[in-house]
């Protein structure tokens, strides 16, 4: 089974500017659910989508912005970028109802200058 | 709300000696209780998962840990560590299967010295 695959790996913005982060859900998961992680701190959740719907959402503006796609895939979407968006970026599919059998990517670092 | 601390920012343990992360949690009910690690540069792997039951939780690589309701705790254990061990170690609890939100503390860096 492929796992969970996010793209790009890196990229730098200047702030002001907008940003979509991309995520390819594990075959057979139909739950994405969207962390930042700052440098030196713990994974932080932004959202959840399930069934195309925002299904939860964590202490973050409504710049940042979700979509998820009839195949489970899902990007995350951060407008008017500030210096303190500046992080890892991780996405993670599941199953919902199966007890957070999470698959985490390796994440997008984003940079903002 | 639920919250998760990890007392230790970094600890450095020698090859082949014992460890224990340490991993305190706030949360009004029964908690789901996670251990992660992450290498860097790398995502995050699940160790073990509490859900339930028996309060002693095995996991991969040789990882285990314990619930302790009384002590609103959820310790890393590992008899004897590898070189390969070393990365940065993140415990976090869940609420409910509702949303399945996941509170992570802030981390364990742990580097091993041989």
């Known amino acids: 089974e492929t796992g969970v695959t996010q793209s790009p790996t890196h990229l730098i913005k200047t702030r002001g500017q907008q940003v979509t982060l991309r995520c390819s859900s594990q075959s057979g998961h139909n739950t994405v659910s969207w962390y930042q992680q700052a440098l030196g701190q713990g994974p932080q959740f932004i959202f959840q989508y399930y069934r195309e719907e925002e299904n939860g959402r964590g202490n973050f503006p409504p710049r940042f912005s979700g979509l998820q796609f009839p195949n489970y895939s899902s990007e995350l979407n951060v407008n008017a970028l500030e210096l303190d968006d500046s992080a890892l970026y991780l996405c993670?599919?599941?199953?919902?109802?199966?007890?957070?059998?999470?698959?985490f990517g390796s994440g997008t670092r984003l940079t903002v200058v | 709300a639920q919250s998760v601390t990890q007392p230790d920012i970094h600890i450095t343990v020698s090859e082949g000696a014992s460890l224990e992360l340490r991993c305190n949690y706030s949360y009004g009910a029964t908690p789901y209780l996670f251990w992660y690690v992450q290498s860097p540069g790398q995502g995050l792997q699940l160790l073990l998962k509490y859900f339930s039951g028996d309060t002693l939780v095995q996991g991969i690589k040789g990882f285990e840990a314990e619930f302790k309701r009384s002590q609103s705790s959820f310790n890393l254990r590992k008899p004897s560590v590898h070189w390969s061990d070393a990365a940065e170690y993140f415990c976090?609890?869940?609420?409910?299967?509702?949303?399945?939100?996941?509170?992570f503390g802030t981390g364990t860096r742990l580097t091993i010295i041989p």
């Open positions: 976090a609890v869940g609420a409910d299967f509702g949303n399945e939100k996941l509170t």
């Open positions: 993670a599919s599941s199953s919902k109802g199966r007890g957070y059998g999470y698959t």
